[in-house]
């Protein structure tokens, strides 16, 4: 069974420019959740994605945003880059929503803002 | 503001010894609980996860949990230099708005042979 799937691997932008990573979910699993991982705040939930609609969001600016489509791959996008948004973004999915659903990661998207 | 506790380490352990990573947790509500390994570079995966007071064993590894001392721990025993990484403590509350993990910073794990 194939693993959840993140593309771009790596990106380089620059201030100013907008960005959107996709991500591709345990074939089966309808909740995707986003999390941006750095050395000084680790990891941090950015937003939780379940049939199509926005469920949970963390304590980020409206620069980030995401979507979820109807085969439940999700895309997050960020806009108007700060060097400070320079992270691992990964993306988790569960088979649903039940607290005792075990998340499982992607292999992230690093993205470097020069 | 729900937090998430753990020694960050270095935790070094010899080859073959009992590795011990602790986890405390401040939100009462949380449901689940999850160990993930980390290695340098890679993303985040899954090793272990208990809801119910007391232990879960799978393989070398055992999940403690205590609610009422709000406590977690993850026992490595025989241990291996391949256990080396970062491990991260997860917390999770039931459905709704709690149905985020939060994490710890984590613990540095060395193993040496």
């Known amino acids: 069974k194939a693993g959840v799937t993140q593309t771009p691997r790596y990106l380089i932008k620059t201030r100013g420019q907008q960005v959107t990573l996709s991500c591709s979910p345990i074939?089966?699993?309808?909740?995707v959740s986003w999390y941006q991982q750095t050395p000084g705040q680790g990891l941090q939930f950015l937003f939780e994605?379940?049939?199509?609609?926005?469920?949970n969001k963390g304590n980020f600016p409206g620069r980030f945003s995401g979507r979820q489509f109807s085969n439940s791959r999700s895309e997050m996008n960020v806009s108007t880059l700060e060097l400070g948004d320079s992270a691992l973004y990964l993306c988790?999915?569960?088979?649903?929503?039940?607290?005792?659903?075990?998340?499982?990661f992607g292999d992230g998207t690093r993205l470097s803002i020069l | 503001q729900k937090e998430v506790e753990q020694n960050s380490g270095p935790l070094s352990v010899p080859e073959g010894a009992i590795a011990s990573l602790n986890c405390t947790y401040s939100d009462r509500g949380s449901q689940s609980f999850f160990w993930y390994r980390q290695y340098s570079g890679k993303s985040p995966e899954l090793i272990m996860f208990i809801y119910s007071n007391g232990d879960k064993e799978d393989g070398r590894f055992t999940a403690q949990l205590n609610k009422a001392s709000q406590y977690v721990s993850l026992l490595i025993r025989d241990s291996q230099p391949s256990d080396s990484a970062t491990y991260l403590c997860?917390?999770?509350?039931?459905?709704?708005?709690?149905?985020?993990?939060?994490f710890g910073k984590g613990t540095l794990l060395t193993v040496n042979p």
């Open positions: 074939s089966g699993h309808r909740s």
């Open positions: 997860a917390v999770i509350g039931d459905g709704g708005s709690n149905y985020k993990l939060t």
């Open positions: 988790a999915s569960s088979l649903d929503r039940g607290g005792g659903q075990p998340q499982h």
């Open positions: 994605y379940f049939s199509e609609t926005q469920r």
